[in-house]
């Protein structure tokens, strides 16, 4: 069992930057791949990133590719999310998300095992 908590969202003009943390409970964090979703009001969830459970590979979803950051530290059960050069559309809801399959498909949300609660980001214009 993994619980995840996820912190560091707000309020940020474009151009701005914030940092997401999720903080996973559980002795296996590093074992598990990490994902982090969004979504917007009257929208789908979609993908967002995700780091493999070692830290070597990162995926990114074209909208953010350039602009966010995913890491992990597996010494402290935390993944993250560095946002860079924040859009209005990338206000959402973000949750990161932990999958057990050491070979997953990162992109699809069915995929994962375990959620957060998600954490809030608006982007003004």
């Known amino acids: 069992q993994v619980q995840l908590v996820e912190s560091g969202g707000g309020l940020v003009q474009a151009g701005g930057s914030l940092r997401l943390s999720c903080a996973a409970s559980g002795r296996t964090f590093s074992s598990y791949a990490m994902g982090w979703f969004r979504q917007a009001p009257g929208k789908e969830r979609e993908f967002v990133a995700a780091?493999?459970?070692?830290?070597?590979?990162?995926y990114y979803a074209e909208p953010v590719k350039g602009r966010f950051t995913i890491s992990r530290n597996n010494l402290q059960n935390t993944v993250y999310l560095q946002m860079n050069s924040l859009k209005p559309e990338d206000t959402a809801v973000y949750y990161c998300?932990?999958?057990?399959?050491?070979?997953?498909?990162?992109?699809?949300?069915?995929?994962?095992?375990?959620w957060g609660q998600g954490t809030q980001v608006t982007v003004s214009s």
């Open positions: 998300a932990a999958d057990s399959d050491p070979d997953p498909d990162y992109i699809l949300a069915h995929e994962y095992d375990y």
């Open positions: 780091i493999s459970w070692s830290g070597v590979n990162t």
